[in-house]
T-cell receptor, first 113, second 113 residues
């Protein structure tokens, strides 16, 4: 079946603008994760959704970052008032409940100028 | 907190050479351990995993053994191919139920003919 998809694949924005990044998980996967990958660094956990439970937002770096997910479907990561240090690849992953294996999307490369 | 320390790259090997990429971890409890691979232009893919001490994960000729006594999960392959050129990430799952993954910084492998 289809894998995790993300859009846009690339986004260039000016400092101070808001951006929205979208993730479509694999159908039937109840868990959804957002990660950030800065150039030359490992992946940094941002937020986790599991079904209808309250999301784990412990990885969000500031209150400029927020994410939503409707049920077990699409998720949107929003970054308000973007800063240059927000430039990174934002990765989304999904998994079945109780599974350790996460399936990753291709990512959105965000560049803040 | 939980963390992964991974051998820094880049690593350049000739085809058919032996590969080792070191990975050590710090965790409370009994994490699951993973190697993910990111081929050029593609998303992260799970390469192999081990969920308990002394387990050996293997896939595509790669192997890694979960060593609790040395808190390590080194990736090995006996004879690399050009097609193995990619970035390899070691990761652990923190077993809290959220299954958040903690990633190392990644090691870029280039295999030359």
């Amino acid at each position: 079946g289809a894998g995790v998809s993300q859009s846009p694949s690339n986004k260039v924005t000016e400092k101070g603008k808001d951006v929205e990044l979208r993730c479509d998980p694999i159908s039937g996967h109840t868990a959804l994760y957002w990660y950030r990958q800065r150039l030359g660094q490992g992946l940094e956990f941002l937020i986790y959704f599991q079904g209808n439970s309250a999301p784990d937002k412990s990885g969000l770096p500031s209150d400029r970052f927020s994410a939503e997910r409707t049920g077990e479907s699409v998720s949107t990561l929003t970054i308000q008032r973007t800063q240059q240090e927000d430039s990174a690849v934002y990765l989304c992953a999904s998994s079945r409940v109780g599974s350790y294996e996460q399936y990753f999307g291709p990512g959105t490369r965000l560049t803040v100028t | 907190g939980d963390s992964v320390t991974q051998m820094e790259g880049p690593v350049t090997l000739s085809e058919e050479a032996f590969l080792t990429i070191n990975c050590t971890y710090t965790a409370t409890g009994y994490p699951s351990l993973f190697w993910y691979v990111q081929y050029p232009g593609e998303g992260l893919q799970l390469l192999l995993k081990a969920t308990k001490a002394d387990d050996k994960g293997s896939n595509k000729g790669f192997e890694a053994t979960y060593r609790k006594e040395t808190t390590s999960f080194h990736l090995e392959k006996g004879s690399v191919q050009v097609s193995d050129s990619a970035v390899y990430f070691c990761a652990l799952s923190d077993q809290t139920g959220a299954n958040n993954l903690f990633f190392g910084t990644g090691t870029r492998l280039t295999v030359i003919p």
